[in-house]
């Protein structure tokens, strides 16, 4: 079907730079430049000094980047990891891979961590603080990183959704020990296929997570000779290949201007939807308070979600209805012990709207008369 207000649309983005890209990939393909290469490199130094820290090592996707972070922190069983179910399931699969017991908080009315929930759920057998910047918006991390150096826990951030959300200025990624990023292709920095990436301001972290990534070996960038042949600790495969770095390299240059176009978009939608009282909106862009958000979603809560996102469809807008059961109300995963009444709302209502840089003025308020439409029927 072809939708008169797309979710995504790939090929829009791809053909808008198709002269830029294809000349990057046949460089690289020219000089066999495949994995680990000065790409690799580049991208990396230059995406944690966007994110403001000092290192970055790129991963094969955020999920990666979320498991070598806590294999790295030592989570291990018998620890317990706190983080949300309102979430990804990547964020707690995680958790679950390193043997520990993710332990669930709710979260606030912006869908994010409640961070005021975060001390009642610590124990003696606390790691670490996984809090999840959810569609463009960060948690309230001045509070969180009160609460881990309090009792010495570390903070992971799964900043997968919000590549340059700021807190009281500081940006996603850049305040707890890591910072966890994804390129899936839909988010706001997307490569070709999937990839991520783990930023860090620790020089020995870093170093440890580039042997990490790959079986225990240096990087050949930064290989000395006495690294030569040298396999330094039993090690994944994680790599984030070097035509997807080169990629994300050329896109970066436009990230700020499509964080610009996004935060218009929902400035838009914000004035066409206000005072429609079946819906509750985000919230709205501002240049002003602690929050810098990026809107790698729109997303709102509506009433009669299931009939909305039907009719939507008909009407030609492409919607996303994520996490209609919350991850601890999956019968399969045994996390039903937790009582999360916010979440378990919140995963009743919310739908995701159309959003994305190329997105026409005409297509955002089609979109958003169509709502409104459905509730006058």
Known sequence: MKYKTPFVNYPLQYRLMKKEIDETIKRILE?????????VQDFEERFSSFVGTKYGIGVGCCTDALFLSLFAAGVSKGDEVITV????????????????????????????????????????????????????????????????????LIVIEDAAQAIGAKFKGKRAGSWGWTGCFSFYPAKMLGSFGDAGMICTNDKKLAQRLYLLRDHGEQPSYLRTEKDRDKIA?????????????????????????????????????????????????????????????????YVIRAKKRNDLEKYLDKKGVETLAKWKIANHLQ???????????????????VISLPMFPELTDKQIRYAAKCVRDFYKK
């Not at 332990?103 to 996984?130: F, H, N, S």
């Not at 176009?261 to 206000?274: F, G, Q, T, V, W």
């Open 331 to 349: 019968k399969s995963l045994g996390l039903n012990r937790f009582r999360l009444p916010k979440t378990e709302e919140i995963s009743k209502h």
């Open 31 to 39: 000089h066999g430049d495949l994995i680990l290469r000065k790409d």
């Open 85 to 152: 179910s309102h979430t990804y399931i990547a964020t707690i699969d995680t958790i679950w891979a390193c043997g520990a017991k993710p332990v669930l908080v709710d979260v606030g009315d912006d869908m994010e961590m409640d961070a005021d929930l975060i001390e009642k759920a610590i124990t003696p057998k606390t790691k670490a603080i996984v809090p999840v910047h959810l569609d463009g918006r960060m948690c309230d991390m001045e509070k969180v990183m009160e609460i881990a150096e309090k009792y010495g």
């Open 233 to 297: 600790f039993f090690g994944f495969n994680s790599l984030l290949d070097n035509i997807q770095a080169a990629i994300l390299d050329l896109k970066l240059k436009r990230l700020p201007e499509w964080i610009k176009r996004r935060r218009e978009i929902a400035l838009i939608y914000n004035e066409e939807l206000k005072g429609l009282k079946e819906v509750i909106l985000p919230v709205p862009p501002s240049q002003k308070g602690d929050y810098f958000d990026v809107f790698q979603n």
